[in-house]
């Protein structure tokens, strides 16, 4: 292999300050090289502290998790380094380097991150403190020279983007900068210098994307403007590649390009009012898309914290609101809640535990900065998930282990609401939250997409936003292969077609075969901790049709189906549960109660039929392997509980309640009032409750309406009423209640009253809910 005459960094920084000499006095030349010396240690601290992330702060103690992770790292090393051979074939076997054939090519970008990862271990382990092989002279000679190779021979200025851009551009930029900043005093500067151009070749400016002249060749030809997390990582790439050349000049022009990812959008990638994160134009992405961003955020803006380029834009300051409003809610004892995790939920390292554990990592960057009372709120809420999963585990932050190590040390979780229910309207998702339960849902609609499948992930996500129901208790659920495993025609809650699907079809977005435009009746209403949801839901071969609602309360949630119409000769079916379980007698149904328990009795889950409706109950065990549904390898068997209902025509509803964690109960303490094509309406007894969803003109209750989602609950003659207007139309939202009634509360005066016709102004909050209180004249 070709070695290199390597310029010192000392000399290439004469050379760098040879030009026209203007003779100055001696006091501003000292005033000159006293600048320069500032800046030189503002760059050095910056690079010290990026390096923390992923080597730990040396001015803190090491944790045990720590030294374990430690361990971990070195041990990879040494089997990455005992199989590296710089070959024109690549560094390993298993991951090689070629473009003789137009596969090999579309290949070239995944391989080559992959080794540069592989590289970024290697560097890891040279310089983390107490691994076997910290400052191993023969591993740095491995890494000096594979990076050499791959500068020289594939990622160079000049090089074609095969494939997917996104390699080439922000996971390949990413990967070698932070080996470079770890290594930045190791190196001969010629490396450093050569990836600096690389970088700068392939990402010029921190706001845009696909602009080097490689981009042709890859999956985006076209310059774009990065968003949400691409903005992040753009950012990131620009910053450290500054980091590594001094540049000022694009540490600047990288913090300044971060003010655009907090403002709320109303269309598009980003963070909207009422906590939703999109990506992709129109998918629901809190916790991978989401995770990104915010984990990219806090680097940048901790890496520069009271120096020079510190962030000062008061809008950056709204991140920790953000944090609080968007992530926090979907968080469940450590774990993100699948339903905004896309296609990664199809990656063993996309699973649920694992994209929790990094959001609160990233939460953990905030902590020390955050004001009052976000500072508070923020510590206690990340200690309380802490707590919940038994600490961090595997954060690719090694800082974070010092930092949580300290936090659960000094906080507490005393006023950490256990109760509490969320509508995310802008992304079709609710999240209802019990001290040992949670629930969520997923939907769809002609505002946001159905599913993501690129790349080869998430192959069979064709239901996972047909109003799938996930139930989260003690029991680990979808982490035990759930997603290999299940059947993808069978996710709880849905009502599916029993069609063949082909692997990525009918992906219902933006960015593939548009938005499900018959379906703009998506949404619900929400009435302090207690919530409804609903939609009017056709399937994406248009041949299937349902109402479909779930109301939720303390200790159940109430579903009801109607009008469910099927075109089509496949035979359709909802799905009341789906669920792993640990032994062949783990169900039972008995008088209309299908009952799932666990070994030793812990977490049992009943399902209580409101109709005479008849469900079909197997116990099923599947084999599967993880490349069915994405990129990874490896085989999973798991057992399940299938609890489905078929439909005819004369059979088109349903009634159930799901009753989480509770021993046998006599009686479910709801009403259900309507259940028909029109209305969908609930009565909870114990609450004083009325609940409805209104899909057309009719009555239920004490409520007329149309196009609307309804929550009413009565005291001492005042009624709290939360109302909205899933289909978002642009009038005022009209209802009639019976009786007469007053204003007793309306903060932002939106409500007015006619006789018993209530108007309520609800055009401009896409979709959530407004809550007032009318007071019952006698």
Request: charged share 20%; net charge negative.
């Amino acid at each position: 292999m070709k070695l290199f005459n390597f310029t010192p960094l000392a000399a290439s920084l004469v050379l760098g300050c040879l030009g026209v000499i203007t003779p100055v006095s001696a006091t501003t030349y000292e005033a000159t090289q006293a600048n320069a010396v500032s800046e030189q240690n503002q760059m050095q601290l910056i690079r010290q502290r990026w390096a923390s992330y992923f080597l730990g702060d040396e001015n803190r103690p090491t944790t045990q998790n720590m030294k374990n992770q430690i361990a971990d790292v070195n041990a990879e090393a040494k089997a990455l380094l005992a199989n590296l051979t710089i070959a024109e074939s690549g560094l390993w076997s298993d991951s090689p380097l070629s473009t003789k054939t137009m596969e090999d090519q579309q290949k070239l970008g995944v391989n080559l991150y992959a080794t540069y990862n592989r590289i970024f271990t290697l560097a890891r382990a040279y310089k983390l403190k107490g691994g076997e092989l910290e400052g191993n002279p023969t591993l740095l000679n491995a890494i000096t020279e594979s990076l050499a190779f791959l500068n020289e021979t594939y990622y160079q200025v000049g090089s074609p983007e095969y494939g997917n851009w996104w390699h080439w551009e922000l996971g390949i930029a990413r990967s070698v900068q932070n080996t470079l900043v770890i290594l930045y005093d190791d190196l001969p500067y010629e490396i450093i210098s050569n990836y600096i151009d690389a970088t700068r070749y392939f990402v010029p400016n921190p706001t845009h994307l696909s602009e080097g002249y490689g981009a042709p060749y890859s999956s985006a030809p076209l310059a774009f403007e990065s968003t949400g997390g691409n903005r992040t990582d753009n950012a990131q790439v620009v910053l450290v590649r500054g980091l590594l050349e001094n540049n000022a000049n694009e540490i600047v022009r990288a913090i300044e390009s971060l003010s655009s990812v907090i403002p709320y959008v109303e269309t598009g990638d980003g963070f909207y009012k009422d906590g939703s994160f999109i990506q992709h134009k129109d998918l629901p992405y809190s916790g991978t898309y989401g995770q990104v961003m915010v984990e990219g955020l806090g680097m940048l803006l901790g890496a520069v914290a009271n120096t020079k380029y510190q962030a000062n834009d008061p809008n950056l300051q709204k991140i920790y609101p953000l944090i609080l409003d968007t992530f926090a809610p979907l968080l469940i004892n450590g774990r993100m809640a699948d339903m905004v995790n896309g296609r990664a939920i199809s990656r063993k390292s996309g699973q649920n535990d694992r994209v929790g554990e990094s959001i609160i990592s990233a939460m953990l960057l905030y902590i020390d900065g955050a004001p009052e009372p976000y500072k508070h709120q923020l510590s206690a809420f990340v200690q309380s998930q802490l707590a919940a999963k038994g600490g961090l585990e595997a954060t690719r932050i090694m800082s974070n282990y010092q930092i949580a190590e300290s936090l659960m040390m000094t906080r507490n979780v005393k006023d950490v609401p256990t109760v509490s229910h969320k509508q995310f309207a802008e992304m079709d998702r609710v999240i209802h939250h019990r001290p040992d339960w949670s629930f969520g849902i997923a939907m769809h609609s002609d505002r946001v997409g159905n599913y993501e499948s690129i790349n080869g992930e998430n192959l069979k996500g064709w239901h996972t936003a047909d109003g799938m129901t996930y139930l989260y208790n003690r029991q680990n659920h979808y982490n035990s292969g759930y997603w290999v495993a299940v059947n993808p025609y069978k996710h709880a809650g849905t009502t599916v077609l029993l069609a063949d699907l082909d692997d990525a079809t009918g992906q219902l977005s933006a960015q593939r075969d548009g938005r499900n435009g018959a379906m703009s009746w998506t949404g619900g209403a929400s009435l302090g901790h207690y919530g409804v949801a609903g939609m009017d839901f056709v399937n994406a071969s248009r041949a299937l049709s349902a109402k479909k609602s779930w109301f939720m309360f303390d200790d159940e949630v109430v579903a009801l189906g109607s009008a469910i119409d099927n075109s089509s000769d496949y035979t359709a079916i909802t799905t009341i549960e789906n669920r792993i379980v640990d032994s062949n007698n783990a169900a039972k149904i008995e008088n209309g109660v299908l009952s799932i328990t666990y070994q030793a009795d812990t977490n049992p889950i009943q399902y209580v039929m409101l109709d005479a409706q008849p469900i079909d109950v197997q116990q099923k065990c599947r084999s599967a392997d993880w490349s069915d549904i994405g990129t990874d390898k490896g085989s999973v068997e798991a057992c399940f509980v299938e609890a489905t209902i078929t439909h005819t025509s004369e059979n088109d509803s349903y009634a159930y309640a799901i009753i989480p964690n509770q021993q046998p109960v006599s009686s479910v303490p709801v009403k259900v009032v309507a259940n028909t094509e029109s209305v969908h309406a609930v009565e909870h007894i114990d609450l004083g409750i009325f609940a409805a969803n209104f899909f057309d003109s009719a009555k239920a209750g004490a409520i007329e309406a149309s196009n609307i989602s309804i929550m009413t609950q009565e005291k001492n003659d005042l009624v709290t009423i939360s109302v909205s207007n899933p289909t978002r139309s642009w009038f005022d939202s009209d209802f009639t209640i019976d009786g007469q009634f007053e204003i007793a509360q309306d903060e932002q005066n939106r409500v007015s009253i006619d006789d018993n016709q209530v108007s309520v102004e609800l055009s401009d909050l896409n979709g959530s809910s407004y809550t007032f209180q009318l007071k019952r004249i006698k």
